[in-house]
Structures are given as C-alpha cells and as structure tokens.
C-alpha cells in the first residue's frame, strides 16, 4: 500500500506543501463544479488522486476455502509477510485479520498494515483493502480502515482500534470492476465501494511495511516497519481461482527476516514479528 509522504522537512516547508496542495484541490474542485471535469479526468496527475469507480453489471463473485495441499513456497520480499497464491485469473478474495497491538515503545516514524487484495504480485495493478497502525506519544496506537487502487494512494474509510477483528471481502461485479468492503467485526462498522482496475493475476493475505508517496512529484518512502507485541492472525482465507502456487513470504532487510507467516493451519496462519531482527535499521 502506499500513503501520501508526511516527510522530515521543515515545519513552514510543510505548511508551504499543505496550503498548496489545499489551494490546488479547492481550484481543481471548483473546475469540476462548473463542468470540466473531462479535463481533470484527462490528467495523468490528476487520474493518480481520484481513482476509477465503477457500477456492478453482473452478480458478484464469492470465493471459496484456499486450498492448503499446495505445498508453500518460501519467497523473502522487501516489505510483504503472508501468503500469496498466483496462477489465475482470481475473480475473488476474503479473509479475517486481527488488528495487532504494537509495542508499548515503538518509533513515531513507524507504521504497519494488514490488508487482503487481489492482484499486486510482480505488478502494479492491485485492488486491496485493510487496515494500518501507526503509533503516537504516550503509547497511543491510531488505526484507520482503508481501500487503495494502485497506482493510486490509500484512501482512509473508518476508524479502528488494536485488537479488532476485521473482514475483507473483494470479488468481481463486471468487467474489471470489483466490489470491495471493509467489516469491523468489533465495532459493526461496514464500508463498501465499487472500484475499477484491470487486474486479476494473484490474491494476497499480508501484514506489510508500508510506503509513503510525496503528493506533488510522486518519490516514493519506505517507512519502517512498526514493532508489535502480539501476532498478526489471519483467518478465514477465501479464493475464486486456481491455487496452483502458494508464496509464503518473509519480509527481509539487508539479510534479516522481520515478520515471518507461520504454517497455514486449515484457513488461517499468523504473522510473528522476529525480535532479534527487528531493532536492526531499515530502509
């Protein structure tokens, strides 16, 4: 996932950026208000910041149980820990995660999230929803629910808290256009949207160190990985597609595993942060 880059820059540089980019939006809203929204539509910069929605035109897609006799494979990635099931097309995916709670101490400039999706794998089309933590002062965890469509940034949805048990559903509607909801099975907050994107090649379940993109220019920051003390649970792990390969993936950095997946048992598995690794630099 990606979110946009909050940066080390100075205060009034920071200032600077937001009246900006606010001054931006207001002119680009009022535009679309007075009827030329074929012209913002038209602009890559533009298209990057209001991703494609889309109307269902068919009945949408379920998934079923994964099939757990595909033999894993390990796979290390940069910032990826779970499984990856590739070979489709994949007309849906669903999973059950459990908000981790992150260590008492763990670094402001820290973050991490979990999310299910559908696509992604060795490309840049993925449609995928979840949730990401950062940490505050006085051990103080903000979680907020989002969807993304990649290329495009994260967009926030609803608030959550650690510990909450979350469900992600996305499967097809019609034509490259998926039906994507967020469930806080917790709180009984629900949110669903209808996202377009051409995509289909891999189906994903995944705590992740995220990315940061800069509004404006696009440069792209990885953040560190946040420290957690218990384990990310994944449960209820659900395709519409071939498993003809399954990925388990180790996030490694310079030669060391952070978050590694535990052995699918039936439809679930955990995500462990390891300890001796983790306090090393990232990045």
């Known amino acids: 996932m990606t979110l946009p880059l909050q940066g080390d820059k100075p205060r009034w540089y920071r200032l600077l950026g937001s009246t900006v980019y606010g001054a931006t939006m207001l002119g680009l809203a009022s535009m679309l208000l007075v009827g030329v929204g074929r012209t913002v539509a038209a602009s890559p910069w533009m298209a990057a910041w209001f991703p494609p929605r889309c109307a269902a035109s068919a009945k949408q897609a379920h998934a079923s149980p994964l099939d757990v006799q595909v033999r894993p494979r390990a796979e290390p990635d940069s910032n990826w820990s779970g499984y990856v099931v590739t070979g489709g097309p994949y007309r849906a995916v669903a999973g059950t995660f459990t908000v981790p709670r992150l260590a008492e101490n763990a670094p402001t400039n820290t973050q991490m999230s979990q999310w299910a999706g559908i696509g992604g794998y060795h490309s840049r089309e993925l449609v995928q929803a979840g949730a990401l933590e950062r940490p505050g002062a006085a051990g103080r965890t903000t979680v907020q629910l989002w969807w993304e469509v990649q290329p495009h940034p994260m ?16 499967g097809l509607v019609g034509p490259a256009c998926w039906a994507t909801s967020l469930s806080d099975l917790s709180s009984g907050r629900h949110y669903s949207i209808n996202l377009r994107q051409q995509t289909g090649g891999s189906a994903e379940w995944v705590l992740e160190a995220v990315t940061s993109i800069r509004p404006l220019t696009g440069a792209k920051k990885a953040i560190p990985l946040a420290p957690y003390r218990s384990a990310a649970r994944f449960s209820q792990l659900q395709v519409a597609g071939p498993s003809r390969t399954l990925l388990a993936m180790t996030i490694v950095n310079r030669g060391h595993a952070l978050a590694s997946p535990s052995t699918l048992n039936r439809d679930r598995f955990s995500v462990s942060e390891n300890r001796a690794s983790s306090t090393r630099p990232q990045g």
């Open 155 to 170: 967009v926030p949805v609803l608030p959550a808290r650690p510990g909450d048990r979350v469900q992600v559903t996305i």
